[in-house]
């Protein structure tokens, strides 16, 4: 086993990786920015190191810094989480030059995934089925034209360089080629450093399926079936369960292998996750995402495999604790990401002070957050205050399980988007399982559902109403020290 991990991140995912070197008796290294030095997992952590200001360039992103602290604590492996440095190869190949074991796939690996058009060709050779559209990148509009010809309209341009939705443009026609090609090669440039863009036939409405594969040092590559991530906003997702209401278990069977094939096909050796789009009863590889991700905890709450273990034991040169003919799928789990951000305003962030905090708990709940009572959530990351994960037997206790848990939540400071968790767990269609990528856009009554909930759970709040009467209670105290003060000046000393 490595002896000493650094965690090369912030938050509630910070919290899980140490949560696991905890059970694993490994001692954990938190690395924090100036703005993270009151966050619980500084403090969860057994050492912890600052490692600059508050913006992320000028810290988590600082690949000298997190290794300068690796060695300077004597951590021989680094867990990058999620986002920040989890899928730089730079970051992995400097690890890995420095003798520190990086938590996740190789840097040759990470490099492949990374370049999306490099993933599609890959898959191809793979036998995997790919959207169909482009195997290399465009060379121009005439390229584009008869590209777009051969798979007919609608088509959508992506560049190359980064994956997750930003730059995309759908083109209805030939007319907006020109204009579009242009428009997602100048994100590009600007985003990722790269104008390289391909082409895919546009499908409307697809479903989000992604699987959950584990590969190991021995060549070794299982799946853990599969989570929906259809319920996303501008590419973010909010929403995330598994099993999917979709699948049947024969398609279940056929996606994971062909999805722990193209892991096995790439030599990938950690955690990740194969995408697809899901439409008519068909499936298309998507892309890789190289790390773990948010969504994980409904995969573990339905399998019972841990999923950041099994990655310290993969970087450890341990095999999978677990085989694929092992592995059972049981019950439904959902999870809502409740964010600092304010559902009736567009979405907006809402960063600020955590007045009064109380998390739901009992049968089937995991809360995986960072927050606490009178903890401020700093503007400069992303404004997640935690992750409501419920199991139950299946899809239908699950829901009832999520809004019951829902309506035990407490946060009052800050604005949250629980009320939009609430309008969906007590949506028609999404009860019914009808999912697509466009749901939100799609269902035109949330926002009026969510007023309508925050009207009638008003009584609740004012039930609750003393857990924010700060001020009072602050004066209540003052007033009692001033009096305590006074009678210890005032006594003639005998
Ligand atoms: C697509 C697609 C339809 N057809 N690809 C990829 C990353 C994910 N976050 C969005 N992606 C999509 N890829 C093909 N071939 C639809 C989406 C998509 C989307 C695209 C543009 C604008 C908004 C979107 C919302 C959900 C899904």
Request: glycine letters at 8%; charged letters at 25%.
């Amino acid at each position: 086993m490595v002896k000493k991990i650094l965690v090369a991140n912030r938050g509630e995912i910070a919290i899980r990786v140490m949560r696991a070197c905890r059970e694993l008796g490994i001692p954990s290294v938190a690395v924090y920015s100036e703005a993270d030095k009151g966050a619980l997992f500084a403090k969860y952590a057994d050492e912890a190191y600052s490692i600059g200001p508050p913006p992320a360039a000028e810290s988590y992103l600082n690949i000298q810094k997190v290794i300068d602290v690796a060695k300077a604590s004597g951590a021989d492996a680094i867990h990058p989480g999620y986002g920040f440095l989890a899928e730089n190869p730079k970051f992995a190949s400097a690890c890995e030059r420095e003798g520190i074991k990086f938590i996740g796939p190789s840097s040759r690996v990470l490099e492949l995934m990374g370049d999306k058009v490099a993933a599609r060709r890959e898959m191809m050779k793979a036998g995997v089925s790919v959207v169909p559209g482009t195997d290399e990148c465009m060379a121009g509009f005439e390229q584009a034209r008869s590209i777009a010809d051969e798979i007919g309209y609608p088509v959508i341009i992506k560049p190359s360089g980064g994956g997750g939705g930003i730059g995309m443009t759908i083109v209805m026609n030939e007319g907006e080629l020109p204009k579009a090609l242009e428009s997602t090669q100048a994100i590009a440039t600007t985003t990722f450093g790269l104008a390289d863009v391909y082409i895919e036939k546009y499908l409307s409405n697809p479903r989000h399926i992604e699987f959950q594969i584990l590969g190991d040092s021995k060549g070794n590559v299982i799946h853990l079936g599969e989570r929906e991530c259809s319920i996303q906003r501008r590419h973010q997702k909010l929403i995330e369960e598994s099993p999917s209401p979709a699948l049947t278990s024969e398609l279940r069977c056929k996606m994971g292998e062909v999805a722990a094939n193209a892991a096995r096909w790439v030599g990938y050796e950690g955690a990740g996750t194969v995408e697809f789009l899901f439409s008519d009863g068909r499936f298309y590889f998507l892309e890789v995402n190289a790390r773990v991700q948010v969504e994980h905890p409904v995969t573990e709450m339905v399998t019972g495999v841990d999923i950041v273990k099994e990655q310290i034991r993969i970087t450890s040169g341990l095999p999978l604790s677990i085989k694929q003919e092992e592995v059972r799928m049981n019950g439904s789990a959902i999870e809502c990401r409740i964010n600092a951000e304010d559902p009736l305003n567009d979405f907006v962030p809402t960063p600020g002070k955590i007045k009064s905090y109380h998390s739901p708990g009992g049968t089937g709940i995991r809360v995986d957050s960072g927050v606490y009572t009178s903890y401020t959530i700093p503007p400069f990351y992303d404004p997640m205050i935690s992750k409501l994960i419920v199991w139950g037997r299946d899809r239908n206790e699950a829901i009832t399980r999520m809004r019951r848990a829902l309506y035990e939540y407490v946060i009052i400071g800050i604005k949250n988007n629980i009320p939009f968790h609430k309008a969906v767990m007590e949506n028609p269609r999404f009860v019914k399982g009808e999912l697509g990528t466009h749901f939100i856009d799609r269902e035109t009554t949330l926002l009026e559902d969510m007023k309508r909930i925050m009207e009638r759970e008003k009584p609740l709040e004012e039930k609750l109403s003393h857990l924010f009467e700060e001020k009072r209670r602050i004066a209540a105290i003052a007033a009692v020290v001033a009096i305590t003060q006074m009678h210890h000046y005032t006594q003639p000393k005998q």
